[in-house]
């Protein structure tokens, strides 16, 4: 008689999970590189439309992020705004990077995000 496998069930893949796995965080930053460059799911451009779809009383409100501060404020902001239930946000992503990881917060995170429109800024990126 064979012996039955035992079942194994898997919890949903978090940041959460991640970082209460991680030692000293060395596990976290990798692994969501890692699955925002696989889902490729960027920002959208801006677009006129985008903002009026989450406007309120014609108010938006926006903070502009780069890879630097999305890994110092970014998130906190994300989580922030959603418990506050605010509706009416938007993150504008300065790099690719920026826009990939907001991306794959989920459709969520991704309809509250754009991409900066480059031509109009004098932004050089890190150290420029």
């Known amino acids: 008689m064979k012996a039955k496998a035992p079942q194994v069930h898997c919890a949903p893949l978090t940041r959460e999970l991640l970082a209460s796995k991680a030692k000293d965080n ?54 922030n705004v959603k418990r506050a239930n605010i ?13 990939l990881h907001l991306g794959s917060m989920g459709e969520e995170v991704r309809s509250h995000c754009f991409n900066a429109p480059m031509d109009k800024l004098n932004y050089k990126g890190q150290g420029g």
Do not use: H, R
């Open 26 to 79: 060395m596990v976290l930053v990798p692994v969501v590189d890692l699955i925002a460059k696989t889902l490729q799911v960027p920002c959208p451009p801006l677009t006129k439309e985008l903002l009026a779809s989450k406007a309120k009383d014609n108010v938006v409100l926006v903070t502009v992020v780069d890879q630097i501060v999305m890994k110092k404020f970014g998130y906190s902001f994300v989580e």
């Open 87 to 99: 509706s009416y946000w938007f993150v504008a992503a300065l790099d690719p990077w920026t826009s």
